[in-house]
């Protein structure tokens, strides 16, 4: 993974900036609240940095139990080279332009946890047991 995106990824995670969501790369709740997997934060530093745009896509979803009209974001821009201009339609995993900008060479990074369990990133999100803080440090220690 490229270094400085890697750093500057670990310190969005931590900074308290981003709410932890569940299932997507990245909603905006009815009371206008965003949320995002620990993959929506690379997506948003990839909009900051111009790689791609946020879309918004009108979804019913059900968050925390509770059945909400939100918004989900799709991420879709700037053509990076030898990349295909596809739109991520799923919202689940990185946008093809996102995994190259960012040096990974998986829409979803596996990690090995300790005693060799392997496990990917957004199933530590989805997990509920992991917070930004503790990907963060995964991130930091094994991508």
Partial sequence: MNQEIK??????????????????LAVKMSNGQQKH?????????????????????????????????ATMFEYEGEQVPDTPRVRNRTGYTLPERVKVWAGLDSDN??????????????????????NFEDIANIINEGL
């Fill in 37 to 69: 997997c620990c993959l929506g934060v690379l997506c948003e530093l990839a909009v900051e940095a111009g790689i791609v745009e946020k879309i918004e896509v009108p979804m019913n979803v059900i968050f925390d139990d509770d059945d909400y009209e």
């Fill in 7 to 24: 750093d500057q990824w670990v310190k969005a995670l931590k900074s308290g900036e981003y709410k932890q969501g569940y299932g997507k």
């Fill in 109 to 130: 990074p596996g990690v090995t946890r300790p005693h060799g369990y392997e496990t990917t990133l957004s199933e530590l999100n989805d997990s509920k047991i992991h």
